[in-house]
Nanobody, 121 residues
Framework: QVQLVESGGGLAQGGGSLRLSCAASGTIFSINVMGWYRQAPGKQRELVAD???????NYADSVKGRFTISRDIAKNTVYLQMNSLKPEDTGVYYC???????????????WGQGTQVTVSS
């Protein structure tokens, strides 16, 4: 089993910054993709940013130039540095990892529990 634990959400003023962290633990063999998604009230969950094991990075257009995704492979941890925050960045942010466990040679999606980010105007 794999568990993802997120931290770092909270309240920020517009123009401010927050940093999210997500640490994976358990029977991990390898992690192919680490990413962040968000879901605003009444909207579908959307990709914010992700990073592959080959260091390929993808950002949603709405966060390009403001958010930075990074990872610490040794710690199985992914980070999301969020700068120049806007009220429309408000939502629940979920960490997602595509993991191969030690038990089976397949890839599975694992999700964190979500952390609330609220940006005031």
């Amino acid at each position: 089993q794999v568990q993802l634990v997120e931290s770092g959400g909270g309240l920020a003023q517009g123009g401010g910054s927050l940093r999210l962290s997500c640490a994976a633990s358990g029977t991990i063999f390898s992690i192919n993709v680490m990413g962040w998604y968000r879901q605003a009230p009444g909207k579908q969950r959307e990709l914010v940013a992700d990073i592959t094991s080959g260091d390929s990075i993808n950002y949603a257009d709405s966060v390009k130039g403001r958010f930075t995704i990074s990872r610490d492979i040794a710690k199985n941890t992914v980070y999301l540095q969020m700068n120049s925050l806007k009220p429309e960045d408000t939502g629940v942010y979920y960490c997602k990892m595509v993991v191969r466990t030690t038990e089976r040679p397949y890839l599975y999606n694992y999700w964190g529990q979500g952390t609330q980010v609220t940006v005031s105007s």
